[in-house]
T-cell receptor, first 115, second 116 residues
């Protein structure tokens, strides 16, 4: 069955530190890839997405992610985190041109940024 | 553009009671999803509608969960009777695309259910 694995359950960083959150998926065909963010008390929001084309995608708030097909990975990066980036981050996958868009989520990574 | 609306935001019930959640998707969005998010886990799809038809309900515990989207717009998810393990956040999402292909799902704020 298709699955998504996020490497870190909880990451703690100081402001200005660089961030990389790992995400691996198990499906071998064409995929669409997403990172969602959930700030405290708020709903899930789309951070960035990859459908096709340039494997390096840029999202909101200075985040970017790189799709490496050979590694089945879609890692999220930010060169310098801020306290306001404290949130839970979810990687999600669905099949390209699939049966209707069902998302498979990873278990989430909680990011705490210390001021 | 208004987002996905859900109500109630919070619900506390005792086991064996019934509960219903409501979702109004973004206007014009054909596809609607209900996800269950248990604490410490990512959301898991319960059911997917396209207009008022069910596309995928393979993960829906049909002995106790039911959902409908009668007019192809808003939707209701019901649990009857509830169990302790149903404590979770129930998320509704919608997307515009009617057929397969890449598109973005937009999520509502969720309903946090606590079963005592």
């Amino acid at each position: 069955a298709q699955s998504v694995s996020q490497h870190n359950h909880h990451v703690i960083l100081s402001e200005a530190a660089s961030l990389e959150l790992g995400c691996n998926y198990s499906y071998g065909g064409t995929v669409n890839l997403f990172w969602y963010v959930q700030y405290p008390g708020q709903h899930l929001q789309l951070l960035l997405k990859y459908f096709s084309g340039d494997p390096l995608v840029k999202g909101i708030k200075g985040f970017e992610a790189e799709f490496i097909k050979s590694n089945f990975s879609f890692n999220l990066r930010k060169p310098s985190v801020q306290w306001s980036d404290t949130a839970e981050y979810f990687c999600a996958v669905n099949r390209g041109y699939n049966q209707g868009g069902k998302l498979i989520f990873g278990q989430g990574t909680e990011l705490s940024v210390k001021p | 553009e208004a987002g996905v609306a859900q109500s109630p935001r919070y619900k506390i019930i005792e086991k064996r009671q019934s509960v219903a959640f409501w979702c109004n998707p973004i206007s014009g969005h054909a596809t609607l999803y209900w996800y269950q998010q248990i604490l410490g886990q990512g959301p898991k799809l319960l059911i997917q509608f396209q207009n008022n038809g069910v596309v995928d309900d393979s993960q829906l515990p049909k002995d106790r969960f039911s959902a409908e989207r009668l007019k192809g717009v808003d939707s209701t998810l019901k649990i009857q009777p509830a169990k302790l393990e149903d404590s979770a956040v129930y998320l509704c999402a919608s997307r515009n695309r009617r057929t397969g292909g890449p598109d973005t799902q937009y999520f509502g704020p969720g309903t946090r259910l606590t079963v005592l």
